[in-house]
């Protein structure tokens, strides 16, 4: 694997845990999402596919959250 490739791993796998470790878990899910939308749209065909199977993961987790039913 060429050097680039894996600095676009890391670069995308940081992205992913600001989305998560940061947004997601202050519940700022617009902003975790659109981070995560820009990670898989960034990786596509220059991330190894572990890479961007976890930026979906996490995108769908996102997504979840916002469509659970409020217990309020």
Same mark, same amino acid.
């Given at each position: 694997?060429?050097?680039?490739? @894996?600095? %676009?791993?890391?670069?995308?796998? %940081? =992205? *992913?845990?600001?989305?998560?470790? @940061?947004?997601? !878990?202050?519940?700022?899910?617009?902003?975790?999402?659109?981070? !995560? =939308?820009?990670?898989?749209?960034?990786?596509?065909?220059?991330?190894?596919?572990?890479? !961007?199977? %976890?930026?979906?993961?996490?995108?769908?987790? *996102?997504?979840?959250? *916002?469509? %659970?039913?409020?217990? =309020?």
């Amino acid at each position: 694997m060429p050097a680039s490739g @894996q600095s %676009r791993d890391e670069a995308a796998n %940081r =992205t *992913v845990d600001l989305a998560i470790n @940061q947004h997601y !878990l202050s519940t700022d899910f617009d902003t975790a999402n659109k981070l !995560l =939308t820009a990670t898989i749209q960034g990786c596509e065909g220059a991330c190894t596919p572990k890479t !961007l199977a %976890r930026a979906w993961i996490y995108q769908g987790i *996102v997504r979840m959250a *916002v469509k %659970r039913p409020s217990t =309020t």
